[in-house]
């Protein structure tokens, strides 16, 4: 290790006069003695006391060779004591010596000749135990060995917290010869590094003595001064054996890696937060300006200070949209969102309805016609012209300030629907890697949300067209279910009425099951019938909850001209041997298992559509396979003259016994409780579990 001076413990004599002694001779031991010409004691120190074990009346005046010499050593060290008073020549060397109690141990000595003020020589020996100066031998060679070697950078400073010295581990790491960090600070050394909390967090070390560990730290260093390095730092009080404080230990470890992978770490934990976020927040309802201005209020402010979410022209309209190289963009504003501080570029953006053609040099033409993202993560005068409308917009965005853009395609099933545009005004760091994912991820979960609500408007605006739709057709046998369905006219005639059922198959062999019923007849209820048919298809492709369909089916029921309908939709799922219900006013169905009676599911009523102001819920059964459901409409069961809790028993009764063929039990019903003489029409569906399709 490289050191400072020993005059003082920074390398320079102490102003205020003598410092403290050392206890590192204390931890020695040193005995001293004194001895005339003849070799007889003539000054003997406590330290020898302890050493020799003869007490200073039992030593002085006696010859030190009778009492401390073995009678075999005592020719050589009449010789040895002969020659440094006759020559001055020190000698310094292990001997044998006998202590008092009669043993015999090795012991460390210096001896040298000293002159008095009358020309009168003595000899003064100092000695140590053997045992004790070789293990501090050892300490000292592991120290240094240690610190040398030491892949850690270590540093010691003094009280002014001035380098006294470092190992070569912290050169590298500092990237500064040894020599130069001496005398100076770390502030001073480097000051690229923020070294308050450092310098803070060693001061209280040497007031408290309390050590501080893994004290993070970042910056650049000489070493490598392009490159954003991260270290942990601990500090210790450093204090002699006599408590005196020295100064204060430093520990570096370079843990640039670990800092990297926390922060990517930390990075992923945000982008997760906020698609979590999204998940909720986006997609709430199958509006399609609704659902855009969701996605543009998660992207402000936490990642840009103004979003806009355009949309394709064609694609608003219902057509498929693809440019060519030299094709401008037909570009639809459905939601712009900016932070307070992003107010002035307001101006420059293309306001919600606005329909807008993109140059093919435009960047958010680029965007949708290659389907990938564009980053500028800086942006120059010439970059504006790329980014907006027209000059005047470039240059309102000019003098807003925005100095970063990133665009990001909206794509659902494979087609290009728009992009997710997005700029920085008060937030100071440039779109980087984590940003794109992140935007990337946002627009992924938004353009699915976004795609579903323009399907869903298209489809509803083309039902809201339909003055009447056909009647249903027999359902498909699906890979989970075997279905049997009837529908008859009220009173047997050829006039329909609003009764409805529908089985829809779902991806991963699962089956929507629809029982409805538009209160009236004729052709407004078979009108309204046809609408809500369409309406329940389309949502029914969306794979909401049921209890979610039948809200949204509520918000279609509200739009038409007075209807008001009953509906049960179940959603059955093989896999799991369930069946997902949700009822909206309707007569509950009936659950046929083997070996048991007939029972009426307990479920949640509801209240009818086009009622609203009461939110559905959906109630999980089990379906094993061979059990069946029934669902029908109440002109099944509802008479003039029997109240209803008699007709749904006469219904039970029927459904007991053995198990038959549905088609059979279909007509069994209808035969035997629709009356001729009924006023209402009956739709009526029967599914019995399969054992699901591998």
């Given at each position: 290790?490289?050191?400072a001076?020993s005059?003082?413990f920074?390398?320079?004599?102490?102003?205020?006069?003598?410092?403290?002694?050392s206890?590192?001779?204390?931890?020695?031991?040193?005995?001293?003695?004194?001895?005339?010409?003849?070799?007889r004691?003539v000054?003997?120190s406590p330290?020898?006391?302890e050493?020799?074990?003869?007490s200073a009346?039992?030593?002085?005046?006696?010859?030190?060779?009778r009492?401390?010499?073995?009678?075999r050593?005592?020719?050589?060290?009449?010789k040895?004591f002969g020659?440094?008073?006759?020559?001055g020549?020190?000698?310094?060397?292990?001997?044998?010596?006998?202590?008092?109690?009669?043993?015999?141990?090795l012991?460390?000595?210096?001896?040298m000749?000293?002159?008095?003020?009358?020309?009168?020589?003595?000899?003064l020996?100092?000695?140590?135990?053997?045992?004790t100066?070789?293990?501090?031998?050892?300490?000292?060679?592991?120290?240094?060995?240690?610190?040398t070697?030491?892949?850690?950078?270590?540093?010691?400073l003094d009280?002014?917290?001035?380098?006294?010295?470092?190992n070569p581990?912290?050169?590298r790491?500092?990237?500064v010869?040894?020599?130069?960090?001496?005398?100076?600070t770390?502030?001073?050394?480097?000051?690229?590094?923020?070294?308050?909390?450092?310098?803070?967090?060693?001061?209280?070390v040497?007031e408290?003595?309390?050590?501080v560990?893994?004290?993070?730290a970042?910056?650049?260093?000489?070493?490598d001064?392009?490159?954003e390095h991260?270290?942990?730092?601990?500090?210790y009080?450093?204090?002699?054996?006599l408590?005196?404080?020295?100064?204060?230990?430093?520990?570096?470890?370079?843990v640039?890696e670990?800092?990297?992978?926390a922060?990517e770490?930390?990075?992923?934990?945000?982008?997760?937060?906020?698609v979590a976020?999204?998940?909720a927040?986006i997609?709430?309802?199958?509006q399609l300006?609704?659902?855009a201005?969701?996605?543009a209020?998660?992207?402000?402010?936490?990642?840009?200070?103004?979003?806009?979410?355009d949309?394709?022209d064609a694609?608003?309209?219902g057509?498929?949209?693809?440019?060519?190289?030299a094709?401008?963009?037909?570009?639809?504003?459905?939601?712009v969102?900016?932070?307070?501080?992003?107010?002035?570029?307001?101006r420059?953006?293309?306001q919600?309805g606005?329909?807008?053609?993109y140059?093919p040099?435009?960047?958010?033409?680029e965007?949708?016609r290659?389907?990938?993202p564009?980053?500028?993560p800086?942006?120059?005068?010439?970059?504006?012209?790329r980014?907006?409308?027209s000059?005047?917009a470039?240059?309102?965005l000019?003098?807003a300030?925005v100095?970063?853009y990133?665009?990001?395609?909206?794509?659902?099933?494979?087609?290009?629907?728009?992009?997710?545009?997005?700029?920085?005004?008060?937030?100071p760091?440039p779109?980087?890697?984590?940003?794109?994912?992140?935007?990337?991820?946002?627009?992924?979960?938004a353009a699915l949300q976004?795609?579903n609500?323009?399907?869903y408007?298209?489809?509803?605006?083309?039902?809201?067209?339909?003055?009447?739709?056909?009647l249903?057709?027999?359902?498909?046998?699906?890979?989970?279910?075997?279905?049997?369905?009837?529908?008859?006219?009220?009173?047997?005639?050829s006039?329909?009425?609003?009764?409805?059922f529908?089985?829809i198959?779902?991806a991963?062999g699962?089956?929507?099951?629809?029982?409805?019923?538009?209160?009236?007849?004729?052709?407004?209820?078979?009108?309204?019938m046809g609408?809500l048919?369409?309406?329940?298809?389309t949502?029914?492709?969306?794979?909401?909850?049921?209890a979610?369909?039948?809200?949204?089916?509520?918000r279609?029921?509200?739009?038409l001209?007075q209807?008001?309908?009953t509906?049960?939709?179940?959603?059955?799922?093989?896999h799991?041997?369930?069946?997902?219900?949700?009822n909206?006013?309707?007569?509950p169905?009936?659950?046929?298992?083997?070996?048991?009676?007939?029972?009426l599911?307990?479920?949640?009523?509801?209240?009818p559509?086009g009622?609203?102001?009461?939110?559905?819920?959906?109630?999980?059964?089990?379906?094993e396979p061979?059990?069946?459901?029934?669902?029908?409409t109440?002109?099944?069961?509802?008479?003039?003259?029997q109240?209803?809790?008699?007709?749904?028993?006469?219904?039970?009764a029927?459904?007991?016994?053995?198990?038959?063929p549905?088609e059979?039990v279909?007509?069994?019903l209808?035969?035997t409780?629709?009356?001729?003489?009924?006023?209402?029409?009956v739709?009526l569906?029967?599914?019995?579990?399969?054992p699901?399709?591998?």
């Amino acid at each position: 290790m490289s050191a400072a001076g020993s005059a003082g413990f920074g390398g320079e004599p102490s102003p205020r006069g003598p410092v403290r002694p050392s206890g590192l001779l204390d931890l020695l031991n040193v005995a001293s003695i004194v001895l005339d010409t003849e070799g007889r004691i003539v000054l003997w120190s406590p330290q020898a006391e302890e050493l020799f074990g003869y007490s200073a009346p039992e030593a002085l005046g006696q010859y030190a060779a009778r009492i401390m010499v073995h009678e075999r050593h005592l020719d050589l060290v009449v010789k040895l004591f002969g020659d440094v008073m006759r020559t001055g020549r020190s000698w310094a060397g292990a001997f044998p010596v006998r202590h008092k109690d009669g043993s015999t141990r090795l012991v460390e000595f210096r001896n040298m000749r000293l002159l008095d003020d009358r020309g009168d020589v003595y000899a003064l020996g100092l000695a140590a135990d053997q045992s004790t100066v070789r293990r501090l031998e050892r300490d000292v060679a592991l120290s240094t060995r240690v610190v040398t070697q030491s892949p850690i950078g270590l540093a010691v400073l003094d009280p002014e917290l001035r380098y006294v010295s470092v190992n070569p581990a912290l050169e590298r790491l500092n990237g500064v010869p040894a020599e130069e960090h001496l005398g100076r600070t770390i502030s001073d050394l480097l000051p690229q590094v923020d070294t308050v909390p450092l310098e803070e967090a060693a001061r209280r070390v040497l007031e408290t003595g309390e050590p501080v560990v893994d004290q993070p730290a970042t910056g650049r260093t000489p070493a490598d001064p392009d490159t954003e390095h991260a270290w942990s730092v601990s500090l210790y009080r450093l204090e002699d054996a006599l408590g005196a404080v020295l100064g204060v230990a430093i520990s570096v470890v370079d843990v640039t890696e670990q800092y990297r992978t926390a922060a990517e770490a930390e990075g992923a934990r945000r982008r997760l937060a906020a698609v979590a976020d999204a998940s909720a927040r986006i997609g709430t309802t199958l509006q399609l300006d609704r659902t855009a201005f969701e996605l543009a209020d998660v992207a402000v402010p936490g990642l840009a200070d103004i979003a806009a979410v355009d949309l394709l022209d064609a694609v608003v309209e219902g057509r498929r949209s693809t440019l060519g190289p030299a094709e401008s963009a037909v570009i639809k504003a459905l939601a712009v969102r900016a932070d307070d501080s992003a107010r002035d570029a307001l101006r420059a953006a293309d306001q919600p309805g606005r329909v807008a053609r993109y140059g093919p040099d435009r960047l958010v033409t680029e965007c949708v016609r290659t389907g990938r993202p564009v980053t500028v993560p800086r942006v120059t005068p010439e970059d504006l012209k790329r980014i907006a409308r027209s000059p005047e917009a470039a240059e309102l965005l000019a003098r807003a300030g925005v100095h970063s853009y990133l665009a990001v395609p909206l794509i659902a099933r494979g087609e290009v629907l728009g992009a997710l545009d997005l700029k920085r005004i008060a937030n100071p760091t440039p779109f980087d890697e984590d940003d794109l994912l992140l935007a990337r991820e946002l627009a992924a979960r938004a353009a699915l949300q976004i795609d579903n609500a323009r399907w869903y408007q298209n489809a509803r605006d083309t039902a809201l067209t339909l003055q009447r739709s056909l009647l249903p057709s027999h359902p498909p046998v699906t890979g989970g279910l075997e279905v049997a369905s009837r529908y008859q006219p009220a009173g047997g005639t050829s006039e329909v009425g609003g009764d409805w059922f529908d089985v829809i198959e779902l991806a991963g062999g699962r089956t929507a099951l629809v029982v409805g019923d538009v209160m009236g007849s004729g052709i407004t209820a078979a009108a309204s019938m046809g609408q809500l048919r369409t309406a329940t298809n389309t949502l029914a492709a969306l794979e909401m909850d049921p209890a979610l369909l039948l809200g949204h089916l509520e918000r279609t029921t509200a739009g038409l001209d007075q209807a008001i309908a009953t509906c049960l939709y179940a959603v059955h799922d093989p896999h799991r041997r369930q069946c997902r219900i949700a009822n909206a006013g309707h007569l509950p169905p009936i659950r046929l298992r083997a070996g048991r009676p007939p029972e009426l599911l307990d479920l949640p009523t509801g209240v009818p559509l086009g009622v609203g102001g009461v939110a559905f819920s959906t109630t999980t059964v089990d379906l094993e396979p061979g059990d069946r459901l029934v669902f029908y409409t109440d002109g099944l069961v509802e008479t003039r003259r029997q109240p209803l809790d008699e007709r749904l028993d006469a219904l039970l009764a029927l459904l007991e016994g053995p198990d038959r063929p549905l088609e059979e039990v279909c007509d069994l019903l209808l035969r035997t409780l629709h009356e001729p003489e009924n006023s209402d029409d009956v739709a009526l569906l029967i599914a019995r579990a399969t054992p699901p399709v591998p």
